[in-house]
């Protein structure tokens, strides 16, 4: 037997396999990447999460502020609800005296920083708002970053006037 092998048990044909050290090393270390996201994950956080519903047959703007406190930028990259046919991620500008709104592909998250989702601003649309989408509700949303992980946050539902 070479070194770094040992073999085990397997039902089947052979009645045994040969597997070596390399093959365990290889399959924990993909155990690590898969697990890398959920940690990168951990250094982001929301604050102040809310729906605002004008009326149940327009879209809804979500607000909030992510803030990641850890020590490399991230990247979100998109949004879902199962409260919303359609969660976008979009941002109001001003041109020349005119407001117009736009749908981003991404918004960056600076290293040990933040960035507001608020009025005039990046925002959530939830398009198509479900039957959840109400006053007084909570709803759940999954952000999505570039690096694979994700960040589930639950959403008040607020009326115009953020009550």
Same mark, same amino acid.
């Given at each position: 037997?070479?070194? @770094? ?17 390399? *093959? /365990? ?29 004008? /009326? ?5 703007? @979500? #607000?909030?502020?992510?803030? &990641? ?5 991230? *990247? ?29 592909? &991404? ?14 601003? #990046? ?13 007084? &509700?909570?709803?759940?949303? *999954?952000?999505?970053?570039?690096? @694979? ?11 115009? &006037? @953020?009550?």
């Amino acid at each position: 037997m070479m070194p @770094g092998t040992w073999f085990s048990p397997v039902a089947g044909r052979g009645g045994r396999r040969r597997t070596t050290l390399r *093959t /365990i090393l290889a399959a924990a270390g993909a155990l690590a990447v898969l697990q890398a996201p959920a940690a990168q994950a951990a250094a982001l956080h929301v604050e102040g999460p809310w729906l605002r519903l004008l /009326i149940p047959s327009r879209p809804a703007a @979500g #607000y909030f502020v992510l803030h &990641n406190d850890g020590d490399d930028a991230e *990247t979100l990259v998109s949004a879902e609800s199962p409260a919303c046919a359609e969660l976008m991620l979009h941002r109001s500008t001003h041109d020349g005296g005119q407001e117009r709104m736009e749908m981003v592909q &991404n918004v960056p998250v600076p290293a040990h920083g933040k960035v507001s989702f608020a009025p005039g601003g #990046y925002h959530l649309m939830c398009m198509m708002p479900g039957a959840a989408v109400r006053r007084g &509700n909570h709803v759940p949303v *999954t952000f999505h970053f570039a690096d @694979g992980a994700a960040l589930e946050v639950m959403f008040v539902v607020k009326g115009p &006037n @953020g009550q």
